[in-house]
């Protein structure tokens, strides 16, 4: 089992910054990918970023320039930096886990909110 849990969401001006941050305990496995997807109100889970243990990034094109994500190995957390924030990135942002080796399974963190308004 693989507990995660998201901090730093909030509102912010379009044009703001936020950042968040996801905490991962449990059986963490040496391959393994971490990262974020969100849900905007009436729309399907998405990608946001992800990235792999060995640094490799993948982005959806939306943020591509305005979000970076990052990772600490040791510390077992993710980051993800969103500047250029705009309303359409309002949405519920979901810390994720997926091992690479082993059981293949996905963990999901229970969301932060993340509210782009003027």
């Known amino acids: 089992q693989v507990q995660l849990v998201e901090s730093g969401g909030g509102q912010v001006q379009p044009g703001g910054s936020l950042s968040l941050y996801c905490a991962a305990a449990g059986r963490i496995l040496s391959l393994n990918v971490m990262g974020w997807y969100r849900q905007a109100p009436g729309k399907q889970r998405e990608l946001v970023a992800t990235?792999?243990?060995?640094?490799?990034?993948t982005y959806a094109d939306s943020v591509k320039g305005r979000f970076s994500v990052s990772r600490d190995n040791i510390k077992k957390t993710a980051y993800l930096q969103m500047n250029n924030l705009k309303p359409e990135d309002t949405a519920v942002y979901y810390c994720y886990y997926k091992n690479l080796i082993g059981d293949g399974l996905e963990y999901w963190g229970k969301g932060t909110m993340v509210t782009v308004s003027s």
């Open positions: 990235m792999s243990q060995s640094d490799v990034a």
